[in-house]
């Protein structure tokens, strides 16, 4: 059904990488959701009304929520779309983020509503008349919603959507709450209890803490996270194939929006090489990372020195030293000023962050070893921090 919707309404719906069909996808999705949930609203209310049930008059105004995080999500969708301009340069994907929040949030209002109410249950129970309708509307309300989840959550994976996740995530939300309510019906009916308050309780703890969980998926991307060990490592074994490029450091990764990235890094290539050559390589890199990945890298050129023998081997002393006082320091952008009284070694070292040792203790110990190794060398270190996950679990 899902497939047979993406070919039906979204023009060339394989073509997930464009910024249109992702939001036409969103758009979708959001129209599906509106028109479901209405439905179910309106089945649900009038059951609820004729048998004078308050659980299902709950689980109908639950439904009608859900039909306003569905315009949330088409709406969400539909401003991302919109291009970069002046006050944004980055364009407005970010929106989508939003829009997963205020879900989020939508799902904990409901959460402590139904907590509430199930108090109320608890303390004062209530029954109301059940038959073969009132199972039948149940029964096929969870098979709609059930439907419903399966869709965003296909539809989230296609285009790597949090919104959808969050509003796949509400929909089984609304299974579980709407079994919960046909449970308790059969239970009370089959056993002469009441037990409406205690189950919906437990359902309103859970929808909570999936509520709680779907805000911390969804700001994240907010606050900014490091990217992807995946991402990083294809980034890493791009850049290294290029013919003239013998290290990187220092990469930064930025995400916009799901297809909206920036990053930045540092290349090294050899000193002695021309730098119009060097230059050469640099564009072709960040032109094919833009072609190839739709990422937009700036790439800074490090020329470093290769062949000197003095300076490799201060370049391998001092990073045995960094390996002895922790193996989680690294160091890059070496370079030696020779002077007749003493020589400056300047390079920067790679720290993680949380390093047992502050900044100023870090490069003030590494001074005083390198002038240990020699009285003649003065260590000039700038401590930096790794931004992104280096290939092999490790931090660069």
Same mark, same amino acid.
Request: proline residues 4%; hydrophobic residues 45%.
């Given at each position: 059904? @899902? ?10 719906? %394989?073509? @997930? ?12 999705? +959001? ?51 919109? $291009?970069?301009?002046?006050?944004? $340069? ?8 939003? =829009? ?24 004062? $129970? ?21 439907? %419903? ?44 209890? #009441? ?14 803490? =999936? ?6 998926? @969804?700001? #994240? ?6 990217? %992807? ?48 050559? =060097?230059?050469?390589?640099?564009? #072709? ?20 020195? @290769? +062949? ?8 391998? %002393? ?35 962050? +949380? ?42």
């Amino acid at each position: 059904m @899902t497939n047979l919707l993406c070919r039906l309404f979204i023009r060339d719906y %394989q073509d @997930t990488a464009n910024a249109a069909v992702r939001e036409a996808y969103g758009k979708l999705a +959001g129209a599906v959701g509106i028109v479901t949930n209405l439905l179910l609203f309106a089945v649900k209310i009038t059951v609820g009304l004729l048998f004078h049930s308050i659980a299902i008059m709950a689980d109908a105004v639950n439904n009608l929520s859900d039909s306003a995080s569905s315009i949330i999500t088409l709406v969400g969708f539909k401003l991302s779309g919109k $291009p970069a301009d002046a006050k944004h $340069p980055y364009g407005h994907e970010r929106i989508e983020y939003i =829009s997963g929040l205020l879900i989020s949030f939508v799902v904990l209002i409901l959460g402590f509503q139904l907590a509430q109410s199930s108090f109320e249950k608890i303390l004062k $129970p209530e029954g109301g008349e059940s038959g073969a309708a009132v199972v039948l509307v149940l029964a096929a309300s969870i098979g709609l919603k059930l439907w %419903q989840g399966l869709f965003y959550r296909k539809m989230g994976r296609i285009i790597a959507s949090p919104t959808l996740a969050a509003a796949a995530s509400d929909s089984r939300n609304d299974v579980i709450s709407t079994s919960v309510v046909l449970a308790g019906m059969v239970i009370s009916w089959a056993f002469s209890v #009441n037990l409406d308050g205690y189950l919906g309780l437990a359902v309103a703890l859970f929808i909570l803490v =999936s509520g709680v969980k779907m805000v911390f998926d @969804t700001a #994240n991307p907010l606050l900014g996270m490091a990217p %992807q060990e995946e991402l990083v490592e294809q980034i890493y074994e791009k850049i290294m194939s290029y013919p003239g490029v013998i290290g990187m450091h220092d990469l930064t990764v930025h995400n916009y929006g799901p297809s909206r990235c920036f990053a930045s890094v540092h290349c090294e290539v050899p000193a002695s090489q021309d730098i119009l050559v =060097s230059h050469d390589i640099i564009d #072709n890199i960040e032109r094919d990372f833009l072609a190839e990945m739709n990422i937009h890298l700036v790439i800074h050129l490090d020329p470093v020195v @290769t +062949g000197d023998e003095r300076t490799d081997r201060l370049r391998e %002393q001092v990073g045995a030293l960094l390996k002895g006082l922790s193996p989680e320091l690294s160091v890059h952008d070496f370079r030696v000023v020779f002077g007749t009284t003493h020589s400056n070694l300047i390079f920067d070292v790679v720290a993680p962050f +949380g390093f047992r040792m502050s900044d100023a203790a870090l490069a003030q110990e590494i001074k005083d070893r390198v002038h240990a190794l020699d009285p003649r060398l003065e260590a000039v270190p700038t401590i930096d921090h790794s931004y992104v996950p280096a290939p092999g679990g490790g931090k660069r």
